[in-house]
């Protein structure tokens, strides 16, 4: 790839990707390109991701339909979209594969659009694969909309042109919106399952009637049109709708008769929140007008695809209308991901860590919370509070919970504990509300940020009666004008929230039920009949893309839709878990007490441990696991199939590993220890998962032996020594 420095022009032969950059008193400019689509989609992921990748998701170059639905799975991952031929493995894509180090693709078409010698391709080097597909490009559309889930609502586009599903592809990616494809006038009985199946809070209908009618519209809850009298109007139609959503410091163009280059940067643009502007032979009045009316938001214009496709005449009236904004706030970059601010999981297990716009924010120490960009660059001090945890970031917001400052504590004690809202960046911070905390934990047992709410309960409560802790009621705050209103009073035994939801049992009363979070009542505090009954008793563990875990009266635990389909028991949960897909992670302590982290799949096969001990608290945030030991509070992060681990978010080398020396009589059996303690540089000790070089051992003969092993990341042998006696 050539590299251009400012004033110095450079002209490399036998190049064939390229990223050319240009500055004027305007926006800059930079143009990602290569000689035909596959290089221009190899040098847009090599700007986009730069170090390494698990995953990364395979689309057909040539063929469009099937690959529009990509762009939010592809961002669910955090992973590049890359192009291949049908039938073959493109050279380009290799060996960005090869360079990013990936270890699992997901095939978004059927056999017919990547054919099996690309999978196989794929795995000869070494790659998993996961393919998404269905009968036509509609339900593979709805297969990877299963996966997405549709709890930030769903934008509907059509099958038979590429254009107005491009437009939204990088915002339906950032909000992770799946895209589902229609024809004009049919609706399948496929398409009327997933309607029937989800809860669908908001719908998109990109087009008027003379593109996707009213009777296929209809079917959708919800339905807001975005329309205009062609493509580029419909796209200035889809970036007013989500203005609130997008970063225009960034803009993104792609050439509108061609579908691969703006595919292949939807995923890029999504990282920032950027928009994607198409962009004809000819300028747009629309398309023109618009960026006019942003320019003093647009630092620069990222140009996808070479100038075959965008000329640099049409580059040049852009960048004539806009203004270089000098200012040097960080937090510009920083645009809402969904209305979330972390997954249920991760809050069970503390909600130590949390990973939103390129940006993870985490909790140091148990007394300060920084944050860092995913390249691991710009690490910044966020709030200085002791007793850290559940972090929630929603656009600019960040919320947790932490002790009380005692100037704004109603209690004024160092017994107190806060919930606080503050700046991604740093400086400001204010009390939402205060609460009095006998043991760690107690206090704001559960607090979920979802837009510009809060959901929590303000303390665990002990019943002597029943022996046990429970939720002491459930409340939703409005976080900018601290307007506090009661969803429930009861004591709940558990409770989740999804989707605008609730889901609880409560002390008395173990039938599961959902209600909406604004609770079920009315403004004048008469029962206003909002609440379901489930129809299933039991204990709710967790509610993830519409499905709904619990555990029912006899202690076997199931996994179902809300309308009791596809109820399927699986494996037993533990106390400290987090799903993930089709897996669970879970930690136990073992006959060793070493409080391993292992996975498994939902239906209890492939139980696997990790190298990762001692394991006080995880998460899974960006596509890692990060865990925390109880012996130095230390971050750790881990790749999902636990082959790859460092420290967090520096990386710590072990310096040295102790002898192991073990003494047992002559006949006893013996069991080799499967991890060893290390000293870190840092002078913290971890545990590491070994590897002996031989595991027999005849003990019917006294004497000393020794044994041999290794451990990631330290060079020397570790070594045991067992001593048989005979006595």
């Not at 437009?167 to 024809?183: K, T």
């Not at 509070?633 to 020396?661: A, C, H, W």
Request: charged letters at 25%; one cysteine or more; proline letters at 2%.
């Amino acid at each position: 790839m050539v590299k251009r420095k400012l004033a110095i022009m450079t002209i490399a032969i036998a190049i064939s990707a390229f990223v050319t950059t240009s500055a004027s008193a305007a926006a800059q400019t930079k143009r990602l390109w290569g000689s035909d689509r596959y290089e221009t989609g190899s040098a847009i992921v090599e700007e986009g991701w730069q170090s390494t990748s698990y995953y990364a998701v395979i689309v057909n170059g040539e063929n469009f339909p099937d690959a529009l639905s990509a762009a939010p799975l592809a961002k669910m991952y955090n992973a590049p979209i890359l192009l291949t031929q049908d039938n073959t493995l493109d050279s380009n894509t290799a060996s960005e594969l090869k360079r990013l180090n990936v270890k699992s693709v997901f095939i978004v078409g059927g056999e017919g659009v990547v054919r099996p010698s690309v999978e196989k391709a794929l795995n000869d080097l070494g790659i998993q694969t996961t393919r998404y597909k269905g009968q036509d490009r509609n339900e593979t559309s709805i297969k990877v909309a299963n996966q997405i889930g549709t709890k930030n609502g769903i934008i509907v586009a059509t099958d038979s042109d590429y254009a107005d599903a491009l437009s939204a592809a990088p915002i339906a990616a950032n909000l992770q919106m799946p895209i589902i494809l229609v024809s004009k006038n049919a609706i399948t009985s496929e398409l009327k399952n997933f309607i029937f199946m989800n809860y669908i809070p908001k719908t998109y209908v990109l087009g008027d009637t003379d593109i996707i009618s009213d009777g296929v519209a209809g079917m959708f809850p919800n339905v807001q049109r975005i329309t205009g009298k062609d493509k580029y109007e419909r796209n200035v139609g889809v970036m007013k709708a989500f203005e609130d959503k997008l970063n225009f410091n960034n803009v993104c163009l792609a050439y509108s008769e061609k579908f691969a280059d703006a595919l292949s940067g939807s995923v890029l643009a999504a990282g920032n929140g950027n928009p994607i502007v198409l962009i004809g032979d000819e300028l747009s009045s629309s398309t023109s007008d618009y960026i006019k009316s942003k320019s003093s938001s647009i630092n620069k214009f990222t140009i996808l695809g070479g100038t075959a496709g965008i000329k640099d005449s049409i580059v040049t009236q852009l960048t004539n209308g806009t203004s270089s904004n000098t200012s040097t706030d960080t937090d510009t970059d920083v645009t809402v991901n969904d209305n979330e601010g972390n997954t249920e999981g991760n809050l069970r297990n503390g909600g130590f860590i949390v990973e939103k716009d390129g940006w993870i924010y985490y909790i140091k120490n148990g007394k300060k919370i920084y944050r860092i960009r995913t390249d691991g660059t710009q690490e910044t001090l966020v709030a200085d509070v002791k007793n850290a945890r559940s972090l929630n970031v929603v656009g600019s917001n960040i919320y947790y919970v932490g002790s009380s400052d005692t100037s704004s504590s109603s209690y004024g004690t160092t017994d107190s504990v806060s919930m606080y809202k503050g700046s991604v960046g740093g400086g400001y911070r204010t009390t939402l509300y205060s609460e009095h905390e006998d043991d760690f934990g107690k206090g704001f047992p559960y607090m979920k940020a979802i837009d510009h709410w809060v959901c929590y309960s303000p303390n665990l409560a002990y019943i002597t009666k029943e022996n046990s802790s429970f939720y002491d009621c459930f409340y939703k705050m409005d976080a900018d004008t601290k307007v506090n209103k009661q969803s429930t009073g009861d004591y709940l035994k558990s409770l989740a929230t999804e989707g605008g939801f609730m889901y609880f049992t409560t002390k008395d009363d173990n039938t599961i039920r959902k209600m909406p979070t604004s609770g079920n009542k009315k403004s004048d505090g008469t029962p206003d009949n909002k609440e379901v009954d489930l129809g299933v008793r039991g204990t709710i563990l967790d509610v993830q893309n519409g499905y709904i875990y619990y555990n029912d009266a006899d202690g076997n635990t199931y996994k179902m839709k809300e309308d009791g389909s596809e109820k399927t028991k699986i494996v037993s949960l533990p106390d400290k878990f987090i799903i993930n897909g089709d897996w669970v992670y879970y930690v136990v302590p073992g006959k060793d007490n070493l409080y391993q982290l292992r996975r498994m799949k939902l239906d209890g096969s492939q139980d696997v441990g990790l190298n990762a001990y001692k394991v006080d608290s995880f998460a899974i945030t960006g596509g890692w696991i990060y865990y925390r030991n109880s012996g130095n509070g230390n971050i750790y992060k881990m790749s999902l199939d636990g082959s790859s681990r460092e420290e967090f978010p520096d990386k710590i080398t072990v310096k040295t590993v102790q002898d192991v020396r073990v003494s047992i009589k002559k006949g006893e059996a013996y069991s080799f220890p499967g991890a060893v303690q290390a000293e870190m540089e840092d002078e913290s000790t971890q545990y590491f998962t070994v590897t002996w070089d031989k595991t027999n051992l005849d003990t019917s003969k006294a004497g000393t032996y020794s044994f041999y092993g290794t451990i990631d990341g330290y060079t020397n042998k570790v070594k045991l020594i067992v001593e048989v006696s005979d006595n």
